[in-house]
């Protein structure tokens, strides 16, 4: 039955069950704050619907790549795996056993993908009533634009941030490898999460979480927006800031360097940042048992140490002991597989 | 109305602290959590409250800034005591001893809080080095994007601790948060052996002119057939545009072929012939658009006086703002 998760030893989450259908960062990365802070999260795939970060850079066909992705993998360690096919009403069924034990869903479908598989969220409160819901959108559940298809740069577009960044007449976008609406809903919506558990604790009663990353991209805008509304004129500062005003971006050669009265700091690149002797200390980038270097934390908690104790699982790798679980017996995990509504690999084998 | 962190008193320190990106951070987290229902205290130094100077300056000389971050907190150190304190370590010091869960905001972790800089912070974490032109300076994120990321990470930190029943220290380090917002350029360089660069061949997104501004063309190796066709360019067939990394080594050819056709329309038809291809384009919008930006307005996202609320819908509705606290 679900719980209120209220630990005295372990971590602060300790006890809570997550029901991940996140994919690549904004759904996976919230998911995976809330397993370093002691959740037991359960990654659920579809065998033709795999996490779309299983295909990305540095998973090279021929192999088994779906379990080689590097920024999946970066992503996604700790978390059990479950292939599970939701478009079969037996993996519908199965996912309604798994839910039963739940306190939390996250999930960043596109929108109107889980009312078509029968999933809606009222229909879930209604049926789980303790069960923490989180939608994670770029646009939020409903509105003019609710089937807007948006990307985490083109969320910076809508939302404010490009208009406002750059240093010369052009907008700036941060592209593909930053995409940092997709980064930055991860912090917030694992503590709305967080929130919505502590509000059951009061009440019994779970929740529907909307969160909109477009909104969020406005939100951290916070006073442009209140400025606008008083006829203040937005301005593109590019590097300027009004508060440093002795502050220079410096060139020296191919390198940069930002120098104020009270330091100087160099302007790193990739290769830099991992060598400089801060990253060595830094908790952000971890190593897994395996001594792959893997995403780590934003934070620290000095009573209830948190680590990458974990490595990615494969995809599939959990299936028994998660249906196990919840309730199924060997010869009804064996029909599941024999049906396909279970796998281990995906359905189509190219990266 | 959901309220969960009603009856939970927090004191903010943001103003006692003298490094400004400590600040910003501690002055969100504590807004978030003055948004989730806790009462929120702010002591000022005897000089007052530091960001009411702070730009954007409005009309009627007061700061957005700090009307922003800290319209539903209360002034002083008024409770007789509280259940969290958010600070740095001298503030924490200073004024929190006895609070049993702590937020602790540095740059590299406790005790190492070296000088430093909105601007400084992006650089070191490398996030400034990749964000920009090519052929232009690196370019810093507009805003306080860094120190809000960590006011944002310290706020989950606390609620986690308020979940395992308090007795906790968080401890947020401003390049920690930098560095994770920026792991895939660490795991890129770490794991593969190449990084991203700024405005690289790689990074094949960016903002192209239209009749009224800029749209964002971001597009997947799958929306270019889709792209390519919206665009109606025959020459878009030539070899050099075959695949995203050619395309990435040719743009300045690419843009002088797509350039035209986006020149001519405006950002709203731009938008409307992307996305009824399901390419995700979309317009360059100021703040100024967004106050009456039909997707805020439907969602109730923005107050008249344009402060945005909590990026947050709890079962159908927006939370609402502390009774005691409302204007």
Redesign the interface.
Known sequence: MPHDGQSSFGHPLTGIRVIDLGWITAGAGTSTLLRDLGADVIKIEGPGAPDPFRRWEGAEPGTDWWNRSPFYNATNRGKRSLCLDLKHPRGRAALEALLECADVLVENYRRGVLASLGLEPAVLLRRFPRLVIASISSQGEDGPDRDMVSYGSTLEATGGLAALTGVGDQPVITGRDINYPDQVVCLFASGAIIAALLERRCTGRGAHLDLSQRELTTFLLGEEMIAAAEGVPSRRRGNIDPVEPDEQLLREGNEWRVAWPGGTAPVRDPASLVSAPEFARSGAIQQSPDGIPVKGFPFRLTRHPISAAEVCHPLGADNRAVLREAGFDDGQIESLEEAGVIASTPGSNRP | M?????GKRILDLGALCRK?PHSLAISMAAK?CAG?GAKVWRPAPTSGEPLAV???????GN???D???NRDKLPGKAAASYDAAIGDEASLAEHASGVPIGVRISV??PG?D????????L???????????AE??????????LA???G??????L???????G???????L??????????????????GT???R?GP??????V?AVDG???L?YQEKDWPLLREMVGNDRLDDPRFATMASRGEHRAALLAEIGPWFRSRTRAEITAAA?RR???????????E??RD???L??G??E?????C???????RRLAREPSHAA
């Open positions: 959901p309220a969960p962190l009603a400004r978030l989730f702070a730009p954007p300056i409005l009309p009627n700061s957005a800034l009307m922003f971050l590299f972790g190492e070296p000088s430093v800089t909105e601007l400084s912070l650089a070191l974490t490398g996030l400034l080095g990749l964000v920009g032109t232009g300076p690196p370019t810093r994120l507009a805003g306080h994007q809000y990321a960590a944002l990470a310290a706020c989950t930190g609620l986690a601790a308020f979940h395992a029943g007795g906790e220290m968080v401890d947020v380090s390049f920690d948060v930098g560095v994770w917002l920026n792991w895939k350029a660490a795991i890129g360089i770490l794991l593969l990084g991203p660069e405005d790689r990074n094949h997104w960016m903002t002119a800029f749209v964002a971001v996305q399901r390419i995700p384009i979309g317009p360059v919008k100021w703040p100024a967004l106050l039909p997707q805020h439907a969602r996202f923005l008249a006086n344009g402060m945005p909590l990026p947050l819908v709890w079962n159908g």
